[in-house]
């Protein structure tokens, strides 16, 4: 049974759909055994807290740097021998050191179509607001494994929805989560606990 952290800072919909998923035997093989957030506001530690997973607080403003954060966030993970770091909606930056110690065990979900819309400065509603400016007919979600390049390791599943005239960055968001981001982030999570992920340089082959 492979270990599984969440890492979250704001209200935890991916969580909640990865809570779900293992709830209802979509996933297999693995357990969320540790919900961490970079926001001791964050409502994802509620939905963490309602289903008797540990949470934990590492408040990005107690550390003066990112490094000291992701020493203390390392040392959290280690303790509880975690095989798997998600990232869902977790809105701080991780340093080299802390992707190497977990090279292929941290994954992330972006809301959009990677290599678009992606990189320093996208997060949240601000990369839908950036796909609407932009004038794409589709974009979606992507999750994919983190390396030292911000949005830039290798891509595990990605799923598009159509862009509607009427479309808000927010009824955008919501769609994207809907429809892309909570089926796909627990796919992955299933996928890499049934040991189903080969990362062969940038590609990631589904066995
Ligand atoms: C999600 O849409 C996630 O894809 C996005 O933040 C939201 C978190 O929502 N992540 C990023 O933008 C990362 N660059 P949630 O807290 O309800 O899961």
Partial sequence: ?????????????????????????????GEIVSVI?????????????????KTTVLNRNDYSSNREYSKALTKELKED??????????MTILTEDF????ENKIINIHPA?????????????????KALDYGVKVSG????FV???????????????????EDTAESLQKRIMEECEWKLLPQAVNLFCNDKLEVIGRKVNIK
């Fill in 1 to 29: 049974m492979k270990r599984i952290a969440v890492l979250v800072s704001g209200g935890g919909t991916n969580l909640q759909a990865l809570i779900d998923a293992q709830k209802s035997g979509l996933i297999t093989n």
């Fill in 37 to 53: 957030s970079s926001n001791p506001d964050a409502f994802a530690l509620k939905r963490a807290a309602d289903n008797n997973i």
């Fill in 81 to 90: 021998n975690i095989d798997l770091i998600v990232l869902a909606g977790f």
């Fill in 99 to 102: 992707i190497n110690e977990f």
């Fill in 113 to 129: 179509l990677i290599p678009s819309f992606c990189g320093e400065g996208f997060y949240g509603l601000h990369v839908h607001e």
């Fill in 141 to 144: 979600a992507t999750v994919h």
């Fill in 147 to 165: 390396n030292e390049e911000c949005d830039g390791g290798p891509i595990i599943l990605q799923k598009a929805v159509e862009i509607l005239p």
